[in-house]
């Protein structure tokens, strides 16, 4: 059974930072990329950022370059993102997605 477990949310102050970590089933991570995908409050779940298999590409959302740093570890099956200089506008559950299959988010708030 594949399973998508992310951690690592919080509330944060407008500046500060935080480290979400997504780790999923060795049968599926060894062999996908990895995204991370926001939805704030009545908007649409939006895209934040991919690695490829390897962790050799990167990309981001314009929104979130500078900020952001997508990695992964694939010898522990866990994917990061770390987020600095949190704006307010990061306010969303942010979930990670890897081979189709989505987990189930994590709640990041920054308060101004």
């Known amino acids: 059974q594949v399973q998508l477990v992310e951690s690592g949310g919080g509330l944060v102050q407008a500046g500060g930072s935080l480290r979400l970590s997504c780790t999923a089933s060795?049968?599926?991570?060894?062999?996908?990329?990895m995204a991370w995908y926001r939805q704030a409050p009545g908007k649409e779940r939006e895209w934040v950022a991919t690695i490829t298999v390897s962790g050799a590409t990167t990309s981001y959302a314009d929104s979130v370059k500078g900020r952001f740093t997508i990695s992964r570890d694939n010898a522990e099956n866990t994917g990061n993102l770390q987020m600095n200089s949190l704006k307010p506008e990061d306010t969303a559950v942010y979930y990670c997605?890897?081979?189709?299959?989505w987990g189930q988010g994590t709640q990041v708030t920054v308060s101004s």
């Open positions: 997605k890897m081979n189709g299959y």
């Open positions: 060795r049968s599926i991570f060894s062999m996908s990329s």
